[in-house]
């Protein structure tokens, strides 16, 4: 009492204020504290469907080894790669990166794709001379549907795909002849088949480039039109130099979270985090975030060898995910990136791992952003080749 006697009433006023605004900052806290607990509770108490059982998948995409960035391309001296298991054929691949900083909005995710144009003039560039070895077949009459058949049974007997576009007339549109489309065709005059020279698998042979000139021109001749076909030797050396191309440009960028001090990730938070994200269980044990289209942008698997399935995420624990990027596989790959690494950071927060490199050392915000150029160099070295990243020529490409 002596003291507030010995106060003025101006040192008292103030003591008073300073009171009622530590006692507001307290009470304002405490406040945001429940509706944060709220939210979180919220999220994971959310009984969640079993993906797998409510709705089958018949996707199966196999299990690829990561090829490392081929240094004299795209060099880059602070990069830590990690490799998995085939792509394009023996070249090793992948490069890991990733992040430890604060979450920030990523920028407005385009999901629209190259491959989701049936224009005339895509459809002729999709198939161009770049990626495709293209004979044509012109008629004075048109070809009936029956001759066509026998084009279309010999689809697999060349080691690539292949695809024959038909045109009623001069000026009318292409098309993309099927089975289906073919049954009902009153017949086309001119016919381009498309022989693809590379895949995953490596560059077409010689020898399945000659059967397939073989074919068009025992086609043509048999019903009295004129073959186009190009010289063999000199497009087996462009598929040999797209192969090697494609080895070059054949990256996966993925971002690993581990927990911290040997703890664990239970399945079942695992499962809930991920499908309040957007990914979908897969039968192949990885999850799947998918754009309109049902293109696949990127995947979220298990650090360790086990898959993700429906049956043991309740009982599953993992000391780490990860995230992985197809970098010509994906279109707007800097964007989709972008959407990856803001929710591996969600991952890593909420889970409450850290994001590491391969020696399980993190990683900081500049690790991230060199890794993100480096997709960039990637998708414009594919666009210089008229190769662009995630379009149906691509996706054709790298499988």
């Known amino acids: 009492m002596d003291i507030l006697s010995n106060m003025s ?3 008292l006023s103030l003591v008073i204020i300073g009171a009622v605004v530590i006692a507001g900052v307290v009470i304002f806290n405490w406040i945001q504290q429940q509706r944060y607990q709220r939210k979180v509770q919220a999220a994971f108490e959310y009984k969640h469907n079993d993906a797998l059982m409510d709705s089958e998948t018949n ?17 880059d001296p602070d990069l830590e790669t990690h490799a998995q298991s ?3 054929h023996s070249h090793s691949r992948e490069a890991d990166y990733r992040k430890d900083s604060a979450i920030s909005s990523p920028p407005p995710l385009n999901t629209a794709t190259a491959s989701s144009s049936t224009t005339t003039s895509s ?21 009936a549907n029956t001759h066509i058949a026998k084009l279309l049974q010999r689809k697999f007997d060349f080691g690539k795909g292949v695809a024959w576009l038909g045109q009623h007339d ?6 993309e002849i099927t089975n289906e489309s073919n049954i009902d065709n009153d017949g086309y005059k001119h016919i381009k088949g498309c022989l693809q020279l590379a895949d995953r698998a490596g560059a077409i042979s010689e020898v399945n480039l000659s059967k397939f000139r073989d074919l068009i021109e025992e086609f043509a001749a048999q019903i009295h039109a004129v073959a186009e076909c190009p010289d063999i030797v000199s497009v087996h050396d462009k598929a040999v130099a797209l192969d090697r191309f494609c080895a070059d440009v054949d990256v996966m960028i993925g971002i690993n979270i581990i927990s911290k001090d ?3 990730f239970v399945g079942t938070k695992i499962r809930a985090l991920a499908e309040a994200s957007g990914f979908k269980l897969d039968s192949d044990g990885v999850f799947k975030y998918r754009d309109d289209n049902n293109n696949v942008l990127f995947t979220l698997s298990n650090y360790e060898s086990v898959p ?6 309740r009982s599953l624990s993992t000391h780490g995910v990860t995230f992985l990027l197809d970098v010509p596989r994906v279109a707007h790959g800097e964007r989709v990136f972008d959407q990856m690494t803001h929710l591996a950071k969600i991952f890593s927060n909420t889970l409450g791992g850290i994001i590491v490199d391969d020696n399980r050392v993190p990683l900081s915000d500049s690790g991230l952003q060199r890794s993100k150029q480096q997709l960039i160099d990637i998708q414009s070295a594919m666009k210089r080749k008229h190769i662009h990243a ?10």
């Open 123 to 143: 459809l002729l560039l999709d198939y161009d001379s770049t990626t495709n070895y293209i004979a044509n077949i012109r008629s004075e009459l048109p070809i």
């Open 262 to 264: 040997d703890g664990a």
């Open 308 to 313: 993700f399935h429906s049956d043991n995420m």
């Open 170 to 175: 001069n000026d009318e549109p292409w098309e």
């Open 86 to 88: 085939d792509a394009y």
């Open 9 to 11: 009433d101006l040192q």
């Open 390 to 399: 995630g379009s149906s020529s691509a996706l054709r490409l790298f499988v």
């Open 59 to 75: 996707e199966n995409i196999s299990e690829r080894i990561e090829p490392v960035f081929n240094k004299a391309s795209f060099p």
